[in-house]
């Protein structure tokens, strides 16, 4: 049979075949590998879901009061505050007043003192035993100090209170004076004045030191006298002394509410509602700003009953944000919760459906911008001890 020599096929039908043949299962494998890789890079398979734990905390009134204006502009939403900042202040005429009353009763208690000074000084006239005019004389500067401690403490709370007007007097005066709407000579006078307010304290302060020293010494030579002489000096005394005690207890209280006016921030955040303003009668306890962080600590998740993972300190955990572009980062199991409970509701992946899970606190990955309060999609990565293949 005659062989007819081979044709060969023309180039372009080469270039036919790849172009239908070839190029559709290398576009189809390209596809497939291209979909796998944005699948787990935008995608990916999350099994559990995070929450960036958002803190928020209500400022409330300590005490009872009338909340006063602060210097500066008002807080209004969305301001920025500082950790200690003074957020509110109450105001302080009610404690001025009973500072004022206390010296009063003092000035009666100190006349009463005087008295039973003279009354004791008639009865050693009759008496012969050194040693019992000595105890009483030394009970009598024993009363004194005491009331002197007393009046001390209390200048030094009225002075306290004094100090804090002119200082807030300055804190608003200082800004008009900077944009020329008030005299410097203003702001220097209350500048004077608050000094003078400071060194009335720190003087009365040096005093105080003073006279509770040597009420201390008194009352150790005191107490080397025998009982006899100790309940008669107690018989003599006693109602002035427990007057005087309740004058302790009552300076002890003014100080506590004078300490109570200023309310200050407890955390760095933004003012996210105003309850109360300047102005307003507000009870203890009751709310006065909420204060929200921008920033946060970490992220709790909720491993369910029906996953076979078991979380572990160090575990390593894949966080990816469910905004786009969905970049992830990778974090630890920083701490495990003792037992189960239920699951937040916004964490549900049916919101109809109650779930229980383990909490799990995990640190916040490097790299990630995330807000406090933010939902985020968690991988943890099973451990051998997981028992999953």
């Not at 190029?23 to 890789?37: E, K, R, S």
Request: proline residues 6%.
């Amino acid at each position: 049979m005659t062989r007819f020599p081979v044709i060969r096929t023309p180039f372009v039908q080469h270039l036919r075949r790849i172009r239908y043949q070839l190029f559709p299962v290398l576009m189809f494998a390209g596809a497939v590998v291209l979909t796998g890789y944005l699948w787990s890079r935008h995608v990916g398979l999350p099994n559990a879901v995070g929450e960036v734990v958002a803190v928020r905390i209500d400022a409330v009134s300590p005490i009872d009061g009338v909340l006063a204006a602060v210097p500066g502009k008002p807080l209004e939403l969305f301001d920025m505050v500082q950790a200690g900042q003074v957020i509110a202040r109450l105001d302080d005429r009610a404690a001025v007043a009973a500072l004022a009353r206390m010296h009063a009763d003092l000035a009666r208690l100190r006349i009463e003192l005087d008295t039973a000074g003279i009354t004791m000084l008639e009865r050693q006239a009759a008496l012969q035993q050194d040693e019992t005019r000595e105890a009483r004389a030394l009970a009598l500067d024993i009363e004194r100090l005491r009331l002197g401690i007393v009046e001390r403490q209390g200048l030094i709370e009225t002075d306290r209170a004094e100090l804090a007007r002119l200082t807030e007097k300055y804190d608003a005066v200082k800004p008009l004076v900077d944009k020329g709407l008030e005299s410097r000579l203003t702001l220097v006078d209350i500048e004077l004045a608050r000094d003078v307010a400071r060194q009335r304290i720190e003087a009365t302060a040096r005093a105080l030191a003073e006279a509770q020293a040597q009420k201390t010494a008194c009352e150790e030579r005191l107490a080397r006298f025998s009982g006899s002489q100790a309940a008669d000096l107690q018989k003599m005394l006693g109602p002035i002394r427990e007057a005087i005690a309740a004058e302790e207890a009552r300076v002890q209280d003014v100080r506590r509410q004078m300490e109570s006016l200023e309310i200050r921030a407890p955390i760095t955040g933004l003012v996210m509602a105003v309850y109360a303003w300047p102005g307003q009668t507000v009870a203890a306890g009751s709310r006065i700003l909420a204060l929200a962080s921008a920033d946060s600590e970490y992220i709790v998740s909720y491993v369910r009953e029906d996953q076979r993972i078991r979380p572990a300190v160090g575990m390593a955990v894949a966080v990816q944000v469910r905004a786009i572009p969905r970049n992830t980062a990778l974090a630890q199991v920083e701490r495990v919760g003792p037992q189960v409970e239920l699951v937040p509701p916004h964490q549900l992946r049916d919101p109809k459906v109650p779930e229980w899970g383990l909490p799990v606190r995990i640190t916040m990955p490097p790299g990630l911008r995330l807000r406090p309060g933010e939902l985020v999609d968690v991988a943890f990565r099973h451990t051998p001890d997981d028992g999953v293949r």
